[in-house]
């Protein structure tokens, strides 16, 4: 009676086990491009560009997205702050510079 109480609980884990291997796998996949409907500097693209690049503190504070400092903070983030190449921050040039680093 062991034996077949055994050989149940060692399929149940098999299958948990399987599940989180699909789970890991698929969140290390290649995930698609999240801004292909939202036009850069949109609401939505703001919204886009925060959910790939968080610029939160991982306790609900950060700046306002899309405001001049969760640029700046997007720009450090992305390793790019103070680099000459990139657009004025106001700008829709910037947003499409953005958008090429994080979604191409």
Known sequence: ?????IKKT???AS??????LVLTLYG?????????????CSPSWF?????????GDGQGHGPD???SEWRSVVEFRLGVRGD????????QAW?????????K
Do not use: H
């Not at 919204?47 to 968080?54: I, P």
């Not at 499409?96 to 994080?102: F, K, R, S």
């Open 1 to 5: 009676m062991k034996l077949t109480s």
């Open 10 to 12: 060692a399929k149940k």
């Open 15 to 20: 299958a948990i086990l399987f599940g989180a």
């Open 28 to 40: 290390c996949s290649e995930q698609s491009n999240s801004s292909a409907s939202a036009t850069p």
């Open 47 to 55: 919204e886009a560009v925060e959910a790939k690049v968080g610029t």
């Open 65 to 67: 997205v899309g405001s």
């Open 84 to 91: 000459e190449a990139v657009p004025n921050s106001e700008s």
């Open 95 to 103: 947003c499409d510079y953005i958008d090429a680093l994080v979604f």
